[in-house]
């Protein structure tokens, strides 16, 4: 058995149900082939859309969504409700067996509180591994919210890229963090095969890599570090090759430790 591969996916693909429903086909098929499973999600844009129904405004910084603790009965709505069962109702159209959960489930994940600036934030933490390892070992792919808990029992919103790397390391898994693009660009605007974290620094600094790309890049390559293998940023628009990667070929941008 390989190790688990964790697939983190962000809130636009819900927006293309056709490439949500081509992606957890081949997600049956990585299964059906014994490679365990983990899908870790966000879903912002329907938090966005929620949010703005209810009359609140959504405010980021540097990537990062501020989460005002009035915004987050409606945030927790959104990702641990709305868009985790609605992928896991398209994971079950596939035929697979699929579980919704949220970071704090079986105390999977534990979070301390990131800067005050941010609002309910949680930074996330490898916790007990158990009962994540009894779903997928009897064949379940479990789907993770990224919404989770203080010590306190207060939930708190946490960046899904940064969620997606604490399950990776709780199983000691590979990650792949997907999202709409078919990587991360160069300077001239080519997606690069490769990254190291110092062109990556002066691709930031130079603005080249800059809003939401920036949080997927720093997790990646804190992914990368903390599990000492590279981790591949690529889209969900062509999930067939996933199938590619579990075969030892690469596609996306590998992001590689800095070590």
Not at 33 to 43: D, E, K, R, S, T
Not at 90 to 112: R, W
Not at 177 to 202: H, I, M, R, S
Request: hydrophobic fraction near 45%; aromatic fraction near 4%.
């Amino acid at each position: 058995m390989t190790s688990p591969l964790v697939i983190k996916i962000g809130g636009a693909i819900m927006e293309s149900p056709a490439a949500l429903s081509e992606l957890f086909k081949v997600i049956k098929t990585l299964q059906d082939n014994q490679q365990q499973v983990i899908v870790v999600h966000g879903g912002g844009c329907v938090a966005d859309e929620l949010l703005a129904k209810a009359g609140f405004t959504s405010k980021k910084i540097n990537g990062l969504r501020v989460s005002e603790p009035e915004h987050m009965p409606i945030i927790t709505g959104a990702l641990a409700g709305a868009v985790n069962k609605a992928l896991v109702a398209s994971a079950n159209c596939a035929g697979i067996s699929a579980v919704g959960l949220a970071l704090h489930d079986g105390q999977m994940i534990k979070c301390t509180a990131a800067e005050e600036f941010l609002g309910c934030v949680g930074i996330p933490h490898v916790g007990n591994d158990k009962f994540l390892q009894c779903l997928i070992a009897a064949d379940n792919i479990a789907i993770i919210s990224s919404i989770g808990s203080l010590d306190n029992g207060q939930l708190v919103n946490v960046n899904a890229d940064d969620a997606a790397v604490a399950i990776s390391q709780l199983v000691q898994g590979d990650l792949i963090l997907l999202t709409d693009v078919a990587g991360v660009k160069g300077a001239t605007g080519e997606y690069l095969a490769n990254l190291t974290f110092d062109d990556a620094q002066d691709l930031i600094a130079s603005g080249v890599i800059a809003g939401g790309m920036v949080a997927k890049v720093n997790a990646a390559f804190t992914a990368a570090n903390q599990l000492r293998r590279s981790i591949a940023v690529a889209s969900w628009k062509t999930p067939e090759q996933l199938v590619q990667l579990q075969q030892g070929q690469g596609f996306g941008t590998r992001i590689e430790p800095n070590l």
